[in-house]
């Protein structure tokens, strides 16, 4: 499971605006206490998002997230049935 951040997705956002905005990045980081590593780890992510796109991507990656773990559930389901099925009685 992922650590959870600090900021919402559209704190993030409002985070790279400013940036984009011509402000200094050190300075941007520093004021929001963020490294500049995660400055820019952000802006991979979402640089260039609308608030409601970044919500919307969030909201996709749980769902992703549920959809594997069931699928991981699932196989070890056959491969427990395939181990009985194919024991000895």
């Known amino acids: 499971m992922m650590k959870k951040s600090r900021f919402t997705e559209e704190q993030i956002i ?5 940036g984009q905005s011509g402000f200094d990045i050190d300075e941007l980081c520093r004021k929001h ?6 400055y820019y780890s952000w802006k991979s992510k979402y640089g260039g998002l609308q608030v ?9 990656e ?10 991981a559930e699932q196989a070890l389901d056959i491969i427990a049935l395939k181990d009985v099925l194919t024991k000895k009685w």
Do not use: D, F
């Not at 409002?14 to 400013?18: A, P, S, V």
């Not at 749980?62 to 594997?68: G, M, T, V, Y």
């Open 62 to 71: 749980i769902e992703n997230s549920k959809l594997k773990r069931l699928v």
């Open 14 to 18: 409002r985070i790279l605006e400013e």
């Open 52 to 60: 409601s796109e970044a919500q919307r991507l969030r909201s996709l």
């Open 33 to 38: 206490g963020v490294s500049r590593g995660t």
